[in-house]
């Protein structure tokens, strides 16, 4: 017998004696340049606790969190709910990932996914967004015996090789060709769609309902005009709602704000994990999955060595009943028109901020060129030496001296994007806006460690680091 009660391998002991070591470890052994980053900015911290939409430091001190681990912890931290339901299968001892049964929880967890997409059949269980895509771009090449797959300027859709051909951004994709047969489209443009469908070879147009780069939706009835073309060529509609899905945007799934848009795959992830067991799942509809697992010869022609593991799903059928149970649909709808709206308020009162957009809970705030000569001058040296820096000076203090994490919403981006969780309440609205309107008050006064901090980014820029 191995791994039984007299093992030597304490956890809580390692971390009493090590836990110090984050960054010297990350330094060492992992990507160099994020402790780097970290240090630079002044992110690096050191947080030993959390719950909910909080975590504290080593100082006691608490912070609160919006950015939610990119979208993961879409019920925050630790909710009692799921880390119940992961006792409980943990404690169970399941003969889990036998790969040649077929347990219930997989079964019972596609089945309460589907019910939110009832004109959708089937569930691929994966490990991450990322392979969410991946299984859905496949899928989609092999059903519908083409090649090439469109997608938008600045989208994302991951980093994997597959789901690489469908990002938008350059900075992820160079060094990495060749990558598979795409095509780029701006969000939005019906033309292009149909001039790329009317070359006969496009199996999928694979889309984010809200785009996470920059947060710009796909303007009012795009989806359901590109659904149709795409469905008339013979070409299927694949919606990622990796980040968008799970309540996010105020509904289930993003694409439901637009009456009539049925994608023929979605793609899900982040927060149907609970924060804890990573998990990817494609949702389709029947005909694609048949063609694909179409012969016993062709039962494994398409999974993951990790896919459906009884922890995992335990995790996301408690996700499901928590969003249920405490109605956070409802609640990322109205938590995101009050803080939208409040933010949106403040538009006239500074002229650096430019807009306040998104739905739900995925809002961004887009700074600009202000009008006075004093504050010009500062943004026009900020942008020469790199775009994004503004944002970046705001995303600082809000952490340093508020204690709020927030992140830009891409490279060389004047956005901020806010995706908390969905558990935050308005003493937390009230907290994040008091502490935006002081940042931009200190922005507006032309001086000060803001400032300060503007130059310090600013050499960073200019030495290439």
């Not at 010297?24 to 900015?41: F, S, V, W, Y």
């Not at 793609?267 to 067991?277: F, Q």
């Not at 939208?340 to 006239?348: E, T």
Request: aromatic share 8%.
């Amino acid at each position: 017998m191995t791994g039984g009660a007299g093992s030597g391998f304490d956890l809580r002991a390692l971390l009493a004696e090590r836990g110090a070591e984050g960054y010297e470890l990350h330094a060492r052994h992992l990507n160099p340049q994020l402790p780097r980053m970290l240090h630079t900015i002044g992110f690096d911290r050191v947080y030993e606790r959390a719950e909910g939409a909080h975590f504290w430091d080593a100082e006691g001190n608490d912070h609160l969190d919006m950015l939610a681990g990119f979208g993961v912890m879409g019920l925050g931290r630790h909710h009692p709910v799921v880390r119940r339901a992961l006792h409980d299968v943990l404690d169970a001892g399941l003969a889990d990932l036998t790969r040649f049964d077929c347990p219930p929880l997989p079964g019972l967890l596609a089945e309460r996914l589907l019910s939110y997409s009832p004109h959708l059949d089937r569930v691929f269980f994966g490990n991450s967004g990322t392979e969410a895509v991946e299984t859905a771009l496949k899928f989609a090449r092999y059903a519908t015996g083409r090649p090439r797959v469109l997608y938008c300027d600045h989208a994302f859709h991951g980093l994997t090789a597959g789901a690489l051909s469908v990002n938008g951004e350059r900075g992820f994709r160079n060094g990495f060709a060749p990558l598979l047969p795409d095509t780029r489209i701006p969000l939005g443009d019906l033309a292009a769609l149909e001039r790329e469908l009317l070359r006969g070879d496009v199996a999928a147009f694979v889309v984010e309902p809200v785009q996470g780069k920059g947060v710009h939706a796909a303007p009012p009835g795009f989806l359901a005009a590109a659904q149709e073309l795409l469905h008339r060529h013979k070409a299927l509609l694949i919606a990622d709602e990796v980040q968008t899905g799970i309540g996010r945007t105020g509904d289930f799934y993003a694409y439901q704000h637009e009456p009539g848009v049925e994608p023929d795959l979605v793609c899900v992830a982040k927060a149907l994990s609970g924060g804890y067991v990573p998990v990817g799942a494609t949702l389709g509809r029947d005909w694609i999955f048949r063609k694909v697992y179409s012969s016993m010869d062709r039962v494994l022609v398409h999974s993951a060595s990790f896919g459906s593991n009884a922890q995992a799903m335990a995790a996301g059928l408690a996700v499901l009943a928590v969003m249920e149970d405490e109605q956070l649909v409802a609640r990322a709808r109205a938590m995101g028109e009050l803080l939208r709206g409040r933010l949106a308020a403040l538009v006239g009162d500074y002229e650096l901020l430019h807009e306040v957009r998104g739905r739900g809970l995925m809002i961004g705030i887009e700074f600009g060129r202000p009008s006075s000569l004093g504050l010009r001058s500062r943004w026009t040296v900020l942008q020469a030496a790199r775009k994004g820096l503004f944002a970046q000076m705001v995303v600082v203090p809000l952490l340093r001296r508020h204690r709020i994490l927030t992140q830009v919403s891409g490279d060389r981006l004047e956005v901020i994007k806010l995706i908390p969780p969905l558990v935050i309440d308005e003493a937390d609205v009230d907290r994040f806006v008091g502490a935006f309107r002081e940042v931009m008050d200190e922005a507006h006064d032309g001086g000060g460690l803001m400032w300060e901090f503007g130059r310090t980014l600013v050499r960073q820029a200019a030495g290439g680091s």
